[in-house]
């Protein structure tokens, strides 16, 4: 069976790093990991893409050992989500499908085994990449781009500050940045900065202006009296001293991305990207860095974590990154769903009432 990042020792410890209380529980057919959530009324466990089997008896075991968990822990409901869509007709008479919280459908890349030094040099994998993101890609140095890979977790503030713009713009809600910094805190956690270098002589000719929405930068160390500092850390222009304008170089940091991996499988969680970002198709561009590293890591999948539900329309909020990750030669997967199980029929019940009249 495969175990998804979600379900693994190494999820528990993000977990209990965020301060949450958890369960781990590890039998010859099933496992799963369990997160204990609050709401007003009462505690819950949360399974994200969980539990896990090798077979129907197996998640019949589990669900039986999460209820008697639920129940010796006074929770009021189990959230499920197994990630095989057969075990829905499995789970109890009493179950309630609810709004998904894991995504239920996600686009796939399956990575082949490749003899080249270069991926780029196995026809295989160029298959798997849009031809046109793939010319930005190889053309990328003439714009003065290059791509980073970080563990530094005080680097987490670049991603935040794009994420953060794209929120007001789309009106979605992004991850805080302690907790974006704890996942980079993780052993399976990679930054990724795609970053476009610009001299003092291109910061003259372009302006501020040129760059519309402020992008994140990084001062480079080249000048004399060092890097200039900024209170916001976002586009700086040069600062004054008494011998004259420091010159100095600037590295925008045009688009972010933060991967989890583990042995088979790049997840691709978190990304965003500036408005010249984007019309410099950093996204494309970083995606593809993304999926060559995974091919040189000997990973077998790359996971695009996430797209709009079959059918969905064109206003749908995921309509547009799922139309850009459908460009690349995969396959969509279709999971279970997010599902409740109550183990307190009563507080349950005033769990939903609650929420209802919250909404």
């Not at 949360?46 to 090798?54: E, I, M, R, S, T």
């Amino acid at each position: 069976m495969k175990i998804p990042i979600t379900q693994t020792k190494k999820w528990q410890k993000l977990q209990q790093d965020l301060g949450n209380k958890t369960f781990f529980e590890k039998k010859s057919d099933f496992e799963y990991l369990a997160i204990e959530k609050h709401t007003p009324v009462g505690n819950y466990l949360f399974l994200p893409y969980g539990p896990v089997a090798k077979s129907d008896q197996g998640f019949l075991d589990a669900i039986n050992s999460l209820i008697d968990l639920a129940r010796n822990h006074r929770c009021i409901f189990i959230r499920l989500e197994p990630q095989d869509a057969a075990y829905r007709a499995l789970l109890p008479m009493n179950s309630k499908k609810v709004k998904d919280v894991e995504p239920a459908e996600t686009w796939v890349l399956d990575l082949p085994d490749i003899s080249t030094a270069d991926p780029l040099d196995d026809q295989s994998i160029k298959a798997l990449l849009p031809s046109r993101l793939l010319r930005y890609y190889k053309n990328m140095a003439k714009q003065g781009i290059t791509i980073e890979k970080s563990h530094d977790p005080a680097d987490i503030h670049y991603l935040v500050e794009l994420q953060s713009a794209l929120a007001a713009e789309k009106g979605i809600t992004t991850f805080t940045a302690d907790y974006l910094k704890t996942e980079l805190e993780q052993d399976f956690a990679t930054l990724y900065l795609l970053l476009q270098h610009m001299s003092p002589a291109m910061l003259a000719s372009t302006g501020d202006a040129a760059w519309g929405t402020p992008t994140p930068a990084r001062v480079g160390e080249n000048a004399a009296t060092g890097p200039v500092e900024c209170s916001d850390d976002r586009t700086r222009q040069d600062a004054p001293s008494a011998a004259g304008p420091v010159e100095t170089d600037v590295d925008h940091v045009l688009a972010a991305g933060l991967v989890f991996d583990d042995a088979t499988t790049r997840y691709n969680l978190q990304g965003a990207q500036s408005e010249t970002g984007r019309k410099l198709h950093a996204t494309g561009i970083l995606t593809i860095e993304l999926i060559l590293d995974a091919v040189q890591n000997g990973q077998k999948t790359f996971d695009f974590w996430g797209i709009a539900p079959e059918g969905a329309p064109a206003t749908h909020p995921w309509a547009g990154f799922t139309a850009f990750k459908k460009t690349f030669a995969g396959r969509e997967v279709k999971y279970a769903g997010t599902y409740d199980l109550p183990t307190d029929p009563l507080r349950y019940r005033l769990y939903q009432f609650l929420r209802r009249f919250r909404h």
